[in-house]
């Protein structure tokens, strides 16, 4: 293999500029497949993502293109997850490359995550070169667009392919750039074995499949290989590239090359994204830079709808977790909820993912407690703790102060939304960094925001409040100390510990009155008064009745049709069933969900 | 001899009003006369199984099925007769609509045998009655309810809805008091319930009701007015004069015998239920079946016709194969629901040791803790060995009757 010939290159864009639908015509033009057998995307392959329009794990593909200098060349497209949650795995898929094509929108412009993915792209030294797609929009302005990611960005962008990625237009342009201007990679097939890992899948007959991208040396069938990071070892059974789809076997894969290689591993924890393989025989001097572990960044309860469904959640996370080392779950149990697990994800929108197939791949009815982050809590005995379940917060006499975690955000906004937005940011505890305007009618606001103040609804309130215009990017910067209290709710005088949640002190009156509010009309009337009520430290802060239900009579039984009579009552049972029981009261599943979207409007 | 009570469905009327969801609209001559000639063939066919029943009550219901010029309901009852026992003293019920009747009409029913007439009124406000798609005024059914007395009917019950749309509790009261006036045998007064599905249901928001406050204070007040005025609540939305409570009512709650003959018609017989197809076609196909040696007779190879008793395990067999629907034969514990939440209707409520007897265990065994803490909250109370629902169980007794399921 020649290595010159090769172009191991990544797509970068804000979410909905048209990445996949590029990526899918750079496929289609290279010839391997035809237009039959594309799918609509065929980058995207689960269902969920193609619905969501967004890639949630990395795909690669490998593709041959015949440019007009007359010579084959060798792309490996590597597609990188699309979101905030998932940028540790984003930057290893750019390590892997060495260079990137940023796609921006011929309209919009620079976005937060254009911005966001462009700089972790450059990073990581990658070659980036811009494309302006969807010129054909009548709202298209390629010029403005090509001053903006100059002026912005600073790379050079007067000989951007103009294209339309869902039109074929521009995509010729585009491959011959990619051999232009993405260099050829570098390293030496003769020195040590050195190869990233950039993902993993578990595939039930072959073990973990990994993913990586060769840096120095050769790996074939036979080679022993360590994972320098988990030392973890195996025995390479296969090695090969990646086809439209599947996984096309080779000989051996060597220095340059993109490809995946399988050693009847396991389990993914062995082969964490970022860790550098090398070889047991000839091991290579350091690993590439670069590794870490990856730590859940939000948590939640989850439990089944019917305690029986334990079991069935209990499997589906360990199948799920095969896939994905990020998704930690360790049992736990609530008085109001039964048996369930605490879960660890990278980001709400990770959990979101997470629920969403265990609900429709498993066929699970799951009842999900309010999100929450990972607070670390200093005891006056000197201890530290990192709670993850507000259940779990001591009693507040052990405790000296608490810390929450805290993130750089960046919202890219046009300047008539600039005023709602930093009333949004202020209300969400934001400390405000400064203002830069990017062009006359736009500018990037950067604020630090306690994380669980963005983990609720931050997304839907500031879409709301710009209708629709801004953009949002954060990274997590840190702990700060904060004056943090838990948050309790009573129903009829027993307090439901699925329904605590730490929160700052000074929102923790305004909070608990949503809560009971939102609460009273969930819950349904039953013989009895009900009080729900909000506490913090055994204080009452907020209280709202539910009334008796007075009337609940039936219609008049006509010519003796008891059957339709009972029937009615076996609803009225049936309805009763699918709540949970807490005390007397019978509290409907929904009711544990919807304190989850408390919004301000 | 075993008591059977029949109810025969007449699915006729002149408009649909906003808040039925009963079976029935308007028709045409010949389809009345057709309807008629199936319900006689299904009434014939079906009597042979009911051979060593007494017949103690009849009841017209609809639809209106005082549309039914009056040979056609002569025509229906000696159809009955023919084929059933029908006792001297049997409660005959028909329900009228006003302005449905000519007194002449009256005259015939009394002719044909009809004791007890059942008069839809609502309310005596024309506008709630317009507002509720009613086809008749007050003034209609004092010339109804009058012509009725003097064909010499001495059983007549008024039917009342509290909770309409736009009622207040002036207007209710004054309803009362007219109605009461009057002095009639026999009211039901029912909480109107919008049922999905019905006009009313759908256009809800283009109405004001009485809040549940009203609807309850509109409750108690007919309970006690009518107290007064001499009428005894004996279930929780009907109320008589001494000895005047309905009859064929009563069989319902009672777990009593109650064959239903027509469209959709329900039916009851030694804790086997089924109904009618709802369909017409459907409904003319069954009784088509039930002639052609469906009806359980000439079954097998013998000549000798064997005919399946209500009591036998052939029956329910038989109601499937002419295209009854949902057949069921009730389990035990499908009777013990039964027996709790129908029985509860009534004021005197469920007699305890009757459930021993009929199931062998006792309530307090099947259903302690829901009696226990109905009692304790006060929804239910105990007098002697009867179990009955308190006025405030009355209320919410949707909720009590539901926790007496399995």
């Known amino acids: 293999m020649d290595q010159s010939k090769i172009r191991n290159f990544c797509i970068v864009a804000h979410i909905d500029h048209g990445k996949s639908t590029l990526a899918d015509r750079i496929i289609e033009k290279t010839g391997l497949l035809t237009s039959r057998e594309m799918q609509a995307q065929i980058l995207d392959n689960m269902e969920l993502e193609r619905e969501r329009g967004i ?85 298209a302005e390629p010029e403005r667009v090509k001053n903006e990611i100059e002026d912005v960005i600073g790379i050079e962008a007067q000989d951007a392919p103009l294209i339309s990625a869902k039109n074929g237009i521009g995509v010729e342009e585009v491959l011959e750039a990619i051999v232009e201007k993405i260099p050829a990679p570098g390293g030496s097939p003769d020195n040590p074995l050195q190869a990233l890992i950039f993902d993993s899948v578990y595939d039930s007959y072959k073990g973990v499949i990994v993913f990586c991208r060769i840096k120095e040396g050769r790996v074939k069938k036979g080679t022993k290989i360590k994972m320098m990071a988990t030392g973890a070892t195996a025995e390479v059974v296969e090695v090969g590239y990646f086809g439209a789809g599947q996984f096309i076997p080779c000989d051996e894969l060597t220095a340059g090359m993109v490809g995946y290689l399988t050693a009847s591993i396991k389990n993914v924890k062995d082969t964490a994204v970022g860790d550098t393989v090398t070889d047991v025989d000839n091991p290579c001097a350091e690993p590439l830079p670069g590794y870490k572990k990856v730590n859940s960044m939000v948590y939640c309860g989850m439990y089944p709808a019917d305690g029986a469904k334990y079991p069935d959640l209990r499997d589906a996370l360990e199948k799920l977790k095969l896939n994905d080392a990020s998704l930690n779950y360790e049992p736990e149990t609530s008085i109001a909820l039964g048996f369930g697990f605490r879960c660890g994800f990278l980001g709400l929108l990770h959990l979101e993912i997470i629920q969403e197939r265990l609900e429709r791949e498993y066929n699970l009815d799951l009842v999900t407690t309010a999100p929450g982050v990972i607070y670390r809590v200093y005891k006056t005995n000197g201890d530290m703790i990192e709670l993850t379940n507000p259940s779990n917060l001591p009693d507040p006499s052990e405790i000296d102060y608490m810390e929450e975690p805290v993130v750089s955000a960046e919202i890219m906004v046009t300047t008539e939304f600039i005023g709602p937005i930093m009333q949004l940011c202020q209300e969400r505890r934001g400390r405000y960094i400064s203002t830069e305007y990017i062009e006359a009618s736009r500018a990037l606001l950067k604020y630090d925001l306690p994380l669980n103040e963005i983990i609720y609804d931050f997304f839907d309130a500031l879409k709301s409040r710009s ?62 008064e009900i009080p729900i009520q909000a506490a913090v430290g055994g204080k009452i802060i907020a209280r709202e009745t539910v009334r008796a239900m007075r009337k609940d009579v039936l219609a008049k039984c006509y010519g ?21 029981q807490v005390g007397n009261v019978e509290i409907p599943q929904s009711a544990f969900m919807s304190v989850l979207k408390l919004d301000d409007n | 001899m075993r008591n059977l009570s029949i109810y025969i469905h007449i699915p006729f009327c002149v408009r649909k009003c906003l808040y039925c969801d009963f079976l029935s609209g308007p028709a045409s001559v010949g389809e009345v006369g057709n309807y008629v000639n199936l319900l006689l063939r299904e009434i014939k066919e079906q009597s042979v199984f009911y051979g060593d029943h007494r017949v103690v009550s009849i009841f017209f219901g609809g639809g209106t099925p005082s549309l039914l010029p009056a040979r056609e309901t002569g025509r229906i009852l000696e159809g009955v007769r023919d084929g059933f026992f029908v006792a001297e003293d049997a409660e005959i019920t028909i329900e009228c609509n006003p302005g449905t009747v000519t007194a002449q009409k009256l005259r015939d029913y009394i002719t044909s045998g009809i004791n007890r007439l059942s008069i839809g009124l609502q309310s005596t406000d024309d506008e709630e009655l317009a507002r509720i798609g009613r086809i008749h005024s007050y003034s209609d059914f004092l010339e109804t309810y009058t012509a009725a007395r003097e064909a010499g009917f001495r059983n007549i019950n008024i039917d009342l809805m509290a909770g ?42 283009a109405y004001t009701f009485p809040d549940e406050e009203e609807d309850r204070e509109m409750y108690e007040l007919t309970g006690r007015y009518l107290a007064e005025a001499g009428f005894h609540r004996y279930e929780i939305s009907n109320y008589a004069k001494e000895g ?34 709802e369909a017409h076609m459907a409904y003319a196909d069954c009784v088509e079946k039930m002639g052609h040696g469906g009806g359980g007779r000439a079954l097998g190879s013998g000549s000798a016709p064997c005919i399946a008793r209500p009591q036998d395990k052939s029956f329910a067999e038989m109601l499937r194969r002419t295209g009854r629907c949902e057949v069921q034969e009730l389990t035990a514990e499908e009777q013990m629901e039964e027996f709790m939440f129908l029985g509860l209707r009534l004021t005197e409520g469920v007699d305890l040791k009757a459930f021993l007897r009929n199931f062998g265990k006792a309530a307090e065994d099947i259903y302690g803790r829901q009696i226990r803490s109905f009692l304790e909250q006060g929804f239910l109370e105990r ?16 909720a009590v009757f539901a926790a007496f399921l399995f």
């Open chain 1, 55 to 139: 890639t949630i794990k990395a795909q690669t593909v490998r593709i041959i293109y015949q440019a007009k200098d007359g010579n084959e060349y060798i792309f490996n497209l590597i597609d990188t997850p699309g979101h905030v949650d998932f940028n540790y795995e984003v930057s290893r898929s750019l390590a892997a490359c060495d260079g990137a094509i940023l796609v921006v929108d011929a309209a919009q412009g620079i976005e937060a995550q254009t911005l966001a993915n462009v700089y972790l792209a450059l990073d990581h030294d990658l070659d980036v070169f811009p494309v302006i797609n969807k010129i054909d929009l009548p709202s």
């Open chain 2, 244 to 277: 005047q409570e309905c009859r064929h009512n009563k069989v319902y709650w009672r777990r009593g015998d109650y064959a239903g003959f027509g469209l959709g018609a329900s039916s009851m017989v030694q804790n086997v239920r089924w109904k009618n197809p």
């Open chain 1, 467 to 528: 209708r629709g215009y801004a953009s949002f990017d954060y990274e997590l910067k840190g702990y700060e100390q904060s004056k943090l209290v838990k948050l309790d709710i009573l129903i009829n005088h027993d307090e439901v510990d699925a329904l605590s949640f730490i929160v700052h002190a000074d929102s923790a009156y305004e909070r608990g009155r949503r809560m009971c509010e939102k609460l009273k009309d969930e819950i349904p009337r039953h013989l009895f």
């Open chain 2, 164 to 205: 309409l749309p736009g009622q207040g509790m002036a207007s209710y009261t004054k309803t009362l008091e007219r109605v009461a006036a009057l002095s009639p045998e026999h009211i039901s007064a029912y909480s109107l319930i919008l049922e999905e599905g019905t006009t009313l249901y759908v256009n809800q928001d």
């Open chain 1, 560 to 580: 003796g049709d008891i059957t339709r009579k009972k029937k009615l009552l076996e609803k009225q049972k049936e309805g009763k069933k699918r709540m949970r």
């Open chain 2, 383 to 398: 007098a002697g060995q009867r179990l009955r629902l308190t006025s405030r169980g009355i209320d919410v007794s949707n």
